[in-house]
């Protein structure tokens, strides 16, 4: 059984920067794609960036592009999500996803089976 733990959140202000990482068990690490996902109160969840097994394709929401940088280790057996220039609409609980069934630079659908683990809060002030 597939597991995730997501760390790295906390209370930043406009403009700063948070690095999240993940951990998956229960599955070799390599050969499946990964991907961030956040939901904000009161919205639905969302895709934000999402990477290949590879790290050879990659794919980032308009909303993010430019500021959010997604890389994996697979030596660490670790997913990371940097996040720079952050916004107050970056305010959002995080999650990880450890089954991604597709990556493209146009988008990316998270598997029907991913188990969502607890998420790690982002909160940034103005």
């Known amino acids: 059984q597939v597991q995730v733990e997501e760390s790295g959140g906390g209370l930043v202000q406009a403009g700063g920067s948070l690095r999240l990482s993940c951990t998956a068990s229960g599955r070799p690490f390599e050969g499946y794609s990964m991907g961030w996902f956040r939901q904000a109160p009161g919205k639905e969840r969302e895709g934000i960036s999402c990477?290949?097994?590879?790290?050879?394709?990659?794919y980032y929401a308009d909303s993010v592009k430019g500021r959010f940088t997604i890389s994996r280790d697979n030596a660490k057996r670790t997913l990371y999500l940097q996040m720079n220039s952050l916004k107050p609409e970056d305010t959002a609980m995080y999650y990880c996803?450890?089954?991604?069934?597709?990556?493209?630079?146009?988008?990316?659908?998270?598997?029907?089976?991913?188990?969502w683990g607890q998420g790690t809060q982002v909160t940034v002030s103005s």
């Open positions: 990477i290949s097994a590879s790290g050879g394709t990659t």
């Open positions: 996803a450890a089954i991604v069934a597709s990556v493209s630079g146009s988008r990316c659908v998270v598997g029907r089976k991913n188990p």
